[in-house]
T-cell receptor, first 117, second 114 residues
């Protein structure tokens, strides 16, 4: 079975600084997708970024980028130029691809990010 | 339009009540999901509907009864719940379950069982 681990329950960053959230996963599959979701307090969960396992190039979305290390099964999220609106709980998630894909997302335990003005 | 709507936003019910949660999307998605989320925890998958048919039931107690009347609508019927069922219930949708398409989440219904 696949597992996702986020070892940092809480992180804080100064506004305009850069922060990196860690995520590791365990799987025997070769084809899968990884996601970072953001859930602000009392607000909707939204997708921040996704990475296809077969792509070597790290995904980037504006101030958000990932460091995907497939051999190490690591998928960290870097937030540059942090803004107050980035304060949220961040979940790393795994989803099988191909014939193993049932649509199920497997989430890590989450990292609460605080942004200090 | 990437919106998934859920009603009601908040629900308080007694253990003998029957209530329903509603989820709606108009993105043409054919996969819809129910998740349960406890405070400061990740969402836990409950059910997956694929083309209006139940494809996954994650061993959820029968006091939760899902229904998918059409491709845009997903209901969760609640009956004889327990206080430990109090949680945020999230609905999500994606184009089709076997694709790698993004799951879009609704804002959730915060349920309190007294």
């Amino acid at each position: 079975a696949q597992t996702v681990t986020q070892s940092q329950p809480e992180m804080s960053v100064q506004e305009a600084e850069t922060v990196t959230l860690s995520c590791t996963y365990d799987t025997s599959e070769s084809d899968y997708y990884l996601f970072w979701y953001k859930q602000p307090p009392s607000r909707q969960m939204i997708l921040v970024i996704r990475q296809e396992a077969y792509k070597q190039q790290n995904a980037t979305e504006n101030r958000f980028s990932v460091n995907f290390q497939k051999a190490a099964k690591s998928f960290s999220l870097k937030i540059s130029d942090s803004q107050l609106g980035d304060a949220a709980m961040y979940f790393c998630a795994y989803r099988s691809a191909g014939s193993s894909n049932t649509g199920k997302l497997i989430f890590g335990q989450g990292t609460t990010l605080q942004v200090k003005p | 339009d990437t919106e998934v709507t859920q009603t009601p936003k908040h629900l308080v019910m007694g253990m003998t009540n029957k209530k329903s949660l509603k989820c709606e999307q108009h993105m043409g998605h054919r996969a819809m999901y129910w998740y349960k989320q406890k405070a400061k925890k990740p969402p836990e998958l409950m059910f997956v509907y694929s083309y209006e048919k139940l494809s996954i039931n994650e061993s959820v107690p029968s006091r939760f009864s899902p229904e998918c009347p059409n491709s845009s609508l997903l209901n969760l019927h609640l009956h004889a719940l327990q206080p430990e069922d109090s949680a945020l219930y999230l609905c999500a949708s994606s184009q089709v379950p076997r694709s790698t398409d993004t799951q879009y989440f609704g804002p959730g219904t915060r349920l309190t069982v007294l």
